[in-house]
């Protein structure tokens, strides 16, 4: 079977609290995009033969016993017998960029060994594997458009549709840390909610909706403002860091050209 994980960006990204458990409450909006990895996994003719795990395109940097794949598996086999499998995945979808791709080949994963081998999996029995997974990962269950609060266990579906839209994303290929992003970041509990802002028209975003990252990350890699002024000087109706970065998107009305043509950048272009 062959599948095609997407990736997401982050509309507004506001740090609302440390929790206990030391991860963070966010508040965002969660909106899937068409840049897809592809994900191949057929079962294996003996069922105590050893996984098999092949990777092209991007590097992950990850060892096999690292990657999320194979941590989806391990954790899925723990209440269910799954046999031995080839896995392939074709990795275009950059990691670390803040565009999910991650976290969506892992629960892409859960639903369609759901699928494939009858698991009888719930809702309920996804969403607790993949926040075991990461933060991100449980939108990715309905991977329709949301609002995403908690460390990401809470999830409002909106009917928020970019429709007729298009958009641009650019990954100037800046590694940020996850860790490191957070502590860059100032808490601001008492703030108005996204859920009202993105009601207004897209044209409006810009004075109203940030991401928290945005500020301490460009003082650290100025190149993302840069990029962030040049798209909108290419008319962009909104612009923004996705998630901790440093993938930046913007929001068109009609389909851009090659923004940054002849530049060693990753870049996608699609209709939303």
Request: aromatic share 10%; net charge neutral.
């Amino acid at each position: 079977m062959t599948i095609f994980p997407n990736a997401k960006i982050n509309i507004g990204l506001s740090i609302t609290g440390k929790r206990d458990d030391g991860y963070h409450n966010i508040e965002s909006l969660f909106y899937p995009v068409g840049a897809r990895d592809a994900l191949e996994f057929v079962q294996k003719q003996t069922w105590s033969e050893a996984d098999e795990f092949t990777q092209t395109g991007i590097e992950t940097g990850c060892g096999i016993n690292e990657n999320i794949i194979t941590k989806t598996i391990k954790l899925l086999r723990k209440s269910h017998n799954i046999p031995a499998l080839k896995i392939h995945l074709h990795k275009a979808i950059p990691p670390g960029s803040g565009l999910g791709g991650g976290s969506s080949d892992a629960v892409f994963m859960i639903r369609y060994l759901n699928r494939y081998f009858d698991l009888d999996l719930r809702i309920e029995d996804m969403n607790n594997m993949a926040l075991e997974l990461g933060s991100d990962c449980k939108f990715f269950i309905k991977n329709t458009p949301a609002l995403v609060r908690g460390r990401g266990e809470i999830i409002q579906e909106t009917d928020i549709s970019l429709s007729g839209m298009y958009i641009y994303i650019v990954y100037p290929g800046i590694h940020i840390s996850t860790a490191e992003a957070y502590r860059m970041v100032k808490i601001n509990p008492c703030r108005e909610s996204i859920e009202e802002k993105i009601k207004l028209p897209v044209d409006q975003w810009k004075d109203s909706i940030s991401n928290d990252f945005q500020a301490p990350v460009i003082s650290r890699h100025p190149i993302i403002g840069e990029i962030i002024d040049i798209i909108y000087n290419q008319g962009a109706s909104y612009c923004s860091l996705s998630g901790s970065g440093s993938a930046v998107y913007g929001i068109f009305k009609d389909m851009p050209g090659d923004i940054f043509a002849g530049r060693n950048y990753w870049t996608w272009k699609g209709k939303l």
